[in-house]
């Protein structure tokens, strides 16, 4: 009862994100925002434009391709993909680069859409937090139909219906697509 649950993640969930290491990566900072989910307030996430990659304009550019998280002023970790992410949406006016849900009392799920390149099918990257780690747990291609009620609904090809969401909701992160069409618990 004493002990800490130790939480594994199914690999076949994550893509591996993409960086090309045969160059140095020049980054700005561009937004820095809250995650309000965590309670006090001393979390949150940093973006980054590879001012090389995208050419950085902050008025035009909304492609980032490096993540922080931070606890105050500690970087508890930090993820880099040359494809980066993108806003998510507009929350109480002011573009939004990530979306959290409260998992339980000591995890946070923060969900961050991939940039969408041409033709291409973004991915969604779901991360959890909790007091100094940060996971990734989920990293697959998929657009985001929408938001609502502690569910994010998802769609495989633009043209199609919606195939599937992911839950936020009892104490863990779920998912159910066709591939998994009775639920599959992801965290």
């Known amino acids: ?4 649950a130790v939480c594994e993640t199914d690999s076949s969930l994550n893509t591996p994100f993409y960086f090309n290491g045969e160059r140095d990566q020049v980054c700005r ?4 925002q809250t995650i309000l989910d965590m309670g006090s307030n001393q979390y949150a996430v940093s973006w980054y434009v590879d001012t090389e990659e995208w050419n950085f304009d902050p008025q035009t550019n909304h492609i980032f391709s490096k993540i922080e ?6 970087v508890l970790a930090s993820f880099c993909d040359d494809d980066g992410w993108s806003y998510i949406g507009i929350e109480n006016s002011k573009a939004k680069i990530f979306k959290s849900f409260r998992i339980d009392s000591a995890h946070t799920a923060v969900v961050f859409r991939g940039g969408a390149s041409a033709a291409g099918v973004p991915f969604l990257s779901v991360f959890v937090l909790s007091d100094n780690e940060v996971k990734l747990v989920f990293n697959k291609e998929y657009f985001i ?7 994010i609904f998802i769609m495989s090809d633009a043209e199609k219906p919606v195939c599937g969401y992911l839950s936020f ?10 591939e998994y069409p009775t639920g599959k618990i992801i965290f």
């Open 169 to 178: 909701m009892d104490g863990h992160v779920s998912i159910v697509s066709n």
């Open 145 to 151: 139909e929408k938001i609502e009620n502690g569910k």
């Open 69 to 74: 998280f931070k606890k105050g002023d500690t």
């Open 1 to 4: 009862m004493n002990d800490d």
């Open 29 to 32: 900072i561009t937004d820095t």
